[in-house]
């Protein structure tokens, strides 16, 4: 997939600062876009672009950097002018279950609109933006998910996070319909694969998380998985394919209950294994729990369920494919051991 005219076209990148989004710029520099990234503070710049410019010889001359914060219309005009397409990456992800779900939800879903309606003044060909099966698996729907099924935002199974992706894409799709804005979505599973900076998010965060002993022993809950490397590359063929107007795409492979995933890491990396936990937590322990955790709180509804999820829409149209789901749970944890996030004798960074 080669777009001839790629050098004449710019590509706003809002959240640059991401896992994904970062991975998104590398693949369109490579392939010859200029790529503009938002950041809320340019103070970030200047590590960004040496990540990737380490990553990316000789066409880093072709990225630049915008700021605008999201929460406000300040600096959106400015950011989208010019662009041929807007890749919309950034949205809230937080860690646990937060404490403020009204701000969690205003933030991505009003963050989303003031995006596509600066995309949509300035005329852009298409936006591609970042849902997540979080949107898809929480409903009445059965495994595997599909595009057809909708998280059910008055579920009690539906948590701040899991709303905040799904009222944002529905404003999404409205905001689309009513204005005429060509939309692409993409819903990727968990995000794992390299790092290409020194800092990582909620998702790695879960394998630096076992594998420098945090966990004693680990729930009957599991999720599906997607290397970095292929969910950017559906954006960007969602960006281009004209088959992707107005369609939202499912990217994810193999389900991993956190036991299977544990028992890839033990075998791909026996010198940690006395780190990883080695008993499941009973349900009704994790049930107990819920009241005070929030980590607890946030996967109690979803013990035992399969969330597993089907990529063939993608594969069909954007003539999309994978890597082995191992091989991004090895990425992972191979980066965080070249950072030093983990080591054999410590559980923080090197110097």
Same mark, same amino acid.
């Given at each position: 997939?080669?777009?001839?005219?790629?050098?004449?076209?710019?590509?706003?990148?809002?959240?640059?600062?991401?896992?994904?989004?970062?991975?998104?710029?590398?693949?369109?520099?490579?392939?010859?876009?200029?790529?503009?990234?938002?950041?809320?503070?340019?103070?970030?710049?200047?590590?960004?672009g040496r990540d990737l410019a380490s990553h990316c010889h000789n066409i880093i001359e072709h990225l630049s950097f915008v700021q605008a914060?999201?929460?406000?219309?300040?600096?959106?005009?400015?950011?989208?002018?010019?662009?041929?397409?807007?890749?919309?990456?950034?949205?809230?992800?937080? $860690?646990?279950?937060?404490?403020?779900?009204?701000?969690?939800?205003?933030?991505?879903?009003?963050?989303?609109?003031?995006?596509?309606?600066?995309?949509?003044?300035?005329?852009?060909?298409?936006?591609?933006?970042?849902?997540?099966?979080?949107?898809?698996?929480?409903?009445?729907?059965?495994?595997?998910?599909?595009?057809?099924?909708?998280?059910?935002?008055?579920?009690?199974?539906?948590?701040?996070?899991?709303?905040?992706?799904?009222?944002?894409?529905?404003?999404?799709?409205?905001?689309?319909?009513?204005?005429?804005?060509?939309?692409?979505?993409?819903?990727?599973?968990?995000?794992?694969? $390299?790092?290409?900076?020194?800092?990582?998010?909620?998702?790695?965060?879960?394998?630096?998380?076992?594998?420098?002993?945090?966990?004693?022993?680990?729930?009957?809950?599991?999720?599906?998985?997607?290397?970095?490397?292929?969910?950017?590359?559906?954006?960007?063929?969602?960006?281009?394919?004209?088959?992707?107007?107005?369609?939202?795409?499912?990217?994810?492979?193999?389900?991993?209950?956190?036991?299977?995933?544990v028992a890839t890491l033990r075998d791909s990396f026996p010198k940690y294994a006395s780190r990883l936990p080695t008993s499941e937590v $009973?349900?009704?322990?994790?049930?107990?729990?819920?009241?005070?955790?929030?980590?607890?709180?946030?996967?109690?509804?979803?013990?035992?369920?399969?969330?597993?999820?089907?990529?063939?829409?993608?594969?069909?149209?954007?003539?999309?494919?994978?890597?082995?789901?191992?091989?991004?749970?090895?990425?992972?944890?191979?980066?965080?051991?070249?950072?030093?996030?983990?080591?054999?004798?410590?559980?923080?960074?090197?110097?």
């Open positions: 997939m080669v777009d001839e005219h790629a050098r004449d076209r710019t590509v706003l990148v809002t959240g640059i600062g991401g896992f994904l989004a970062q991975h998104v710029a590398l693949q369109l520099l490579e392939q010859g876009y200029r790529v503009r990234g938002s950041l809320r503070s340019l103070g970030k710049s200047e590590v960004i914060d999201l929460d406000r219309d300040d600096g959106l005009d400015e950011a989208v002018e010019g662009c041929s397409y807007v890749i919309h990456t950034a949205s809230p992800f937080p $860690p646990g279950y937060p404490d403020n779900e009204y701000a969690l939800i205003q933030t991505a879903r009003d963050g989303a609109l003031r995006v596509l309606r600066a995309a949509h003044q300035a005329q852009v060909t298409r936006v591609v933006m970042t849902s997540s099966v979080a949107a898809t698996n929480h409903g009445n729907g059965q495994a595997p998910f599909t595009e057809k099924n909708w998280t059910d935002v008055n579920s009690p199974r539906a948590t701040p996070y899991y709303k905040s992706k799904t009222l944002t894409e529905q404003a999404a799709w409205a905001f689309a319909r009513d204005t005429g804005l060509d939309l692409a979505v993409i819903n990727p599973s968990v995000i794992l694969g $390299p790092l290409l900076g020194s800092s990582f998010g909620t998702s790695v965060g879960l394998i630096h998380h076992l594998m420098t002993g945090r966990f004693k022993g680990i729930p009957r809950f599991g999720f599906s998985v997607v290397d970095a490397r292929d969910a950017a590359d559906a954006h960007i063929r969602a960006m281009t394919i004209p088959a992707a107007s107005g369609q939202r795409f499912i990217v994810g492979g193999r389900f991993f209950w956190l036991g299977d995933l $009973p349900d009704e322990i994790v049930r107990s729990m819920a009241a005070s955790n929030p980590d607890a709180r946030t996967i109690v509804h979803e013990l035992n369920r399969d969330l597993s999820v089907s990529s063939a829409k993608a594969r069909r149209i954007l003539n999309w494919s994978s890597r082995p789901e191992e091989e991004c749970v090895r990425a992972s944890t191979q980066s965080l051991i070249d950072l030093g996030w983990v080591t054999t004798g410590n559980t923080g960074p090197r110097d």
